[in-house]
């Protein structure tokens, strides 16, 4: 004759419902997104004008800058925060959406930019 067994630990050998669904686009982020509207000039890599915007949102990784021309996937660019005048190199990782006021331009950060915005980012726990 077998032991009884206990049925509860079957349960605690199984998933459970919540963990197993697909993460959210939010849970797949790389950092947190901040709305913030920060002042910024960016140069396009081999061009001689600069060309002033404004941030929709920062994050740890870059940002998205509103700005009154497209800039194509690919660009190269240096972006600079009028506010502390800190300069970092970047590229545009995606093309742009297009709103009213202007292109909204996703930018990522080449490197490390500890504190270019003056926003402290919790870091990303997944």
Known sequence: MRPPQNPRANLASMPKPGLT???????????????????????VEGKSHAIEGATHTVSAMGALVQISEPLAQGTKITIENVTTQKKVEAHVPRPPQFSPEGALVPVEFKGGAQNFWNVFFPPVIN
């Open 21 to 43: 669904r697909p993460m959210t686009s939010e849970e797949r982020r790389r950092a947190q997104r901040v709305l913030l509207r920060v002042p910024v000039r960016i140069t």
